[in-house]
């Protein structure tokens, strides 16, 4: 499929200026209309399935044709209560609004927005090479910022929705192994929490999503990946907390201790282990 070249609807209006915050309201118990970005990866395929059984509608994003066209098939066949897709590459910053401005078109408006795109890169080539580790950065922040200041503006002046966004425990704590991964979901973290600030007035929900491994194909060639987390548990926790309207979640939820722990080491110590 292709992006209509002139959507009628612009995500990004003014902002509306309030001197009393918005009040937020329980998350609708109904289908929802839910936008997925990077619905290929692991677990927001697995989500899908889960929305899709429930009937959720459904505006599906990621850059394998091959690949999203079945994970739609599959969510039709599940009993989702409307599927459209596109490919795009989410890389291309440039072409976000009018892709968003299709989306929203698409599902006749928003409930939830979710973010899952995302690369692990390879550590030792960026540390060595400036163009890999700012690719990394790109896909792994600047993109998901780009795609959020049109997302949040879009929700803020409806005072309404809510965007979900697979962050990751490393960017709790950098680390020898993969310090490049972890610094731009580090640097994404903090830019949803201060969006949540922001936004959080105007009625719009922020839930920053902090996975540690889990079992997918991302992952499969990295050791100990059969000790990995299961990624229909993780997905069954992460559409939980976003029905809940819930700010932050851990999950699997050990990991919140786990990283509570490595962020209390003094550093040091720290700076002579090797994680």
Same mark, same amino acid.
């Given at each position: ?99 968003? +401005?299709?989306?929203?078109?698409? %599902? #006749? /408006? =928003? ?6 795109? &995302? *690369? ?65 979901? +580090?640097?994404?973290?903090?830019? %949803? #929490? /201060? =969006? ?6 105007? &009625? *719009? ?71």
């Amino acid at each position: 499929m292709s992006t209509p070249t002139n959507p009628q609807l612009e995500p990004v209006l003014p902002t509306r200026r309030n001197t009393e915050p918005a009040t937020k309201t329980t998350p609708a118990t109904g289908p929802k209309r839910i936008l997925v970005l990077g619905a290929t990866s692991g677990i927001a395929e697995a989500c899908i399935r889960l929305w899709a059984e429930r009937g959720d509608s459904l505006y599906l994003v990621a850059r394998n044709a091959d690949k999203l066209a079945a994970v739609a098939a599959d969510a039709r066949t599940r009993g989702a209560g409307y599927v459209n897709f596109v490919v795009a590459d989410l890389d291309k910053t440039a072409t976000h609004p009018e892709l968003l +401005a299709h989306a929203i078109n698409s %599902l #006749a /408006g =928003l409930d939830v927005a979710y973010l899952a795109l &995302g *690369v692990l890169g390879e550590q030792p080539k960026a540390e060595r090479n400036f163009d890999e580790a700012a690719s990394i950065l790109h896909t792994n922040f600047v993109a998901p910022v780009s795609l959020l200041t049109w997302l949040a503006n879009y929700c803020a002046q409806r005072h309404a929705g809510t965007l979900a966004v697979l962050s990751s425990v490393a960017g709790d704590r950098g680390r020898k192994s993969n310090y490049v991964y972890g610094s731009s979901k +580090a640097g994404l973290s903090a830019f %949803l #929490a /201060g =969006l949540r600030n922001r936004v959080d007035r105007e &009625g *719009v929900t922020v839930i920053t999503i902090k996975p540690g491994p889990v079992k997918t194909a991302m992952t499969q060639s990295m050791k100990g990946s059969e000790k990995f987390a299961n990624v229909d548990k993780v997905a069954a926790t992460i559409v939980k907390a976003i029905d809940k309207g819930q700010d932050e979640l851990y999950v699997p939820g050990i990991w919140r201790i786990i990283m509570g722990v490595i962020r209390a080491i003094p550093e040091r110590i720290f700076k002579k282990l090797n994680l």
